[in-house]
């Protein structure tokens, strides 16, 4: 069985542009959380999605966005990108709230 | 606020047990979970405390004390492998959001 799959593994971006970060959860998994994890720090909770509703948002400005669709799949799209927005983005997908699976991340850097 | 403390550093030796302390302060508290992460990788799960007691797995171990708001993971017959980070996180609220602590940097030596 496949694990939580991220794409893409590594990106690089320049200040004001825009990016999509994809994630798929494992087969059967209907909740989907997305959280940013800066060097040194534990993760941030962004978003949880579940059954495509928004179920819980982190602190994080309205720059940061994301959707979840029909096959549990989800994207974190994030505008405007500043330079501490440089980051690992991790996605997590769970059946129950006791174990969270991750994926590899994406990480994203912003020149 | 919501925090969680845990030491940012600790080494061991080879063979020996290793204690990794986790105190919080949340709302909503649901459970207390511990994930494993080696350098430039993806948290992976080691165990979930919901009510008080020891969880045993393996050789990881943890423990709960809601009154004292107050955890620890346990890792016994260290192994090198298990150089990592080690993350308490609080689960809470309406959504299984995880709240993370710092992370505890553990160094196994031969």
């Known amino acids: 069985d496949a694990g939580v799959t991220q794409s893409p593994t590594h990106l690089i971006k320049t200040r004001g542009q825009h990016v999509t970060l994809r994630c798929s959860p494992i087969?059967?998994?209907?909740?989907v959380s997305w959280y940013q994890q800066v060097l040194g720090q534990g993760p941030q909770f962004i978003f949880q999605y579940y059954e495509k509703e928004e179920r819980g948002r982190g602190n994080f400005p309205d720059r940061f966005s994301a959707r979840q669709f029909p096959n549990y799949s989800s994207e974190l799209n994030v505008n405007a990108l500043l330079l501490g927005d440089s980051a690992l983005y991790l996605c997590?997908?769970?059946?129950?709230?006791?174990?969270?699976?991750f994926g590899p991340g994406t990480r994203l850097t912003v020149l | 606020g919501q925090s969680l403390e845990q030491p940012s550093e600790v080494t061991a030796v080879e063979g020996a047990i290793v204690q990794i302390n986790c105190t919080y302060q949340t709302s909503g508290f649901y459970g207390l979970s511990w994930y494993q992460q080696h350098d430039g990788g993806a948290p992976t799960f080691l165990s979930y405390?919901?009510?008080?007691g020891l969880e045993e797995t393996g050789r990881f171990s943890s423990f709960l004390s809601r009154s004292d708001s107050y955890g620890y993971l346990l890792l016994q017959e260290l192994q090198m492998k298990d150089s990592a980070s080690y993350f308490c996180a609080v689960s809470g609220g309406a959504t299984n959001k995880l709240i993370f602590g710092t992370g505890t940097l553990l160094a196994v030596q031969p």
């Open positions: 405390n919901a009510l008080d």
């Open positions: 087969s059967g998994h209907k909740s």
């Open positions: 997590a997908s769970s059946l129950a709230s006791d174990e969270q699976f």
